[in-house]
C-alpha cells in the first residue's frame, strides 16, 4: 500500500494522495511530478498518450526496479 502511495505522490494528475486518510484528508504530491498520469478507459490507453504513459512507467518504475534487483541479486551472490 505504501509504495502505491508514494509512486501515486509522483504523478502529474489527480488531486494528491491522502496518506494519512481518515485520520487527515490532506492530500500530497512530491514536489516533482514525472510519471505521467494513465488514461482511464481502455480505449483510451491505447492511443499515443498511452504510449508515452508506458515509457513513463518504465523511465521510472521499471528499469529502477529492474536494477535494483539485480543489484539484490549481485549482494546476494557475494555472500
Known amino acids: ?19 494519512l486518510s481518515p485520520f487527515d484528508n490532506t ?3 512530491f514536489p516533482w511530478k514525472v510519471i505521467r498520469v494513465s488514461p482511464i478507459g481502455i480505449s483510451n490507453f491505447f492511443t499515443q ?3 508515452v504513459v508506458v515509457i513513463s512507467e518504465l523511465k521510472w518504475i521499471g528499469i529502477p526496479s529492474l536494477i535494483y534487483i539485480i543489484g539484490v541479486k549481485l549482494f546476494q551472490n557475494k555472500n
Open 27 to 29: 492530500r500530497y504530491f
Open 49 to 51: 498518450r498511452g504510449v
Open 1 to 19: 500500500m505504501l509504495s502505491h502511495s508514494l509512486l501515486d505522490a509522483l504523478t502529474t494528475g489527480g488531486k494528491g494522495v491522502a496518506i
